[in-house]
């Protein structure tokens, strides 16, 4: 697990999605997931989400919509400067006209198509 908990999340919910489940549960949690969350929630990909006992371990329950098709975390464990990164994008991700939202948290770039 260990530096992956928004990967693992992800993969959860397509999962879920595919088996045609109407929740999801992920846990652990973390800041960045609930942000990235609320943002899936504003664009429509996912119905609502609840967290339980985010002091602690807790949990996340989310509402899905059906709308993912596919949604994972990427990754870059090397540094890159500013002005790299459209480069970067261009040669690791897929086209242009398949990526519906791209969002840049920290070093992480989660990609949902």
């Known amino acids: ?12 919910m397509v999962n879920a999605e595919r088996r045609g489940m109407a929740k999801a549960h992920l ?3 973390s800041t960045v997931m609930t942000s990235f969350l609320k943002i899936m929630k504003d664009h429509g990909y996912i119905k ?17 919509q059906g709308r993912i098709n596919d949604c994972r975390a990427l990754t870059y464990r090397q540094d890159l400067k500013a002005k ?7 040669n690791k991700l897929p086209t242009r006209q398949v990526c519906v939202d791209s969002f840049y948290f920290r070093c992480i770039q989660i990609v949902c198509y």
């Not at 609502?48 to 509402?63: L, N």
């Not at 790299?84 to 261009?90: M, P, R, V």
């Open 48 to 64: 609502d989400f609840q967290v339980y006992d985010p002091h602690r371990v807790g949990k996340i329950t989310v509402e899905l």
């Open 1 to 12: 697990m260990g530096r992956r908990i928004l990967n693992d999340a992800l993969r959860t």
């Open 27 to 29: 846990q652990p949690i």
């Open 84 to 90: 790299d990164i459209e480069k970067y994008t261009a």
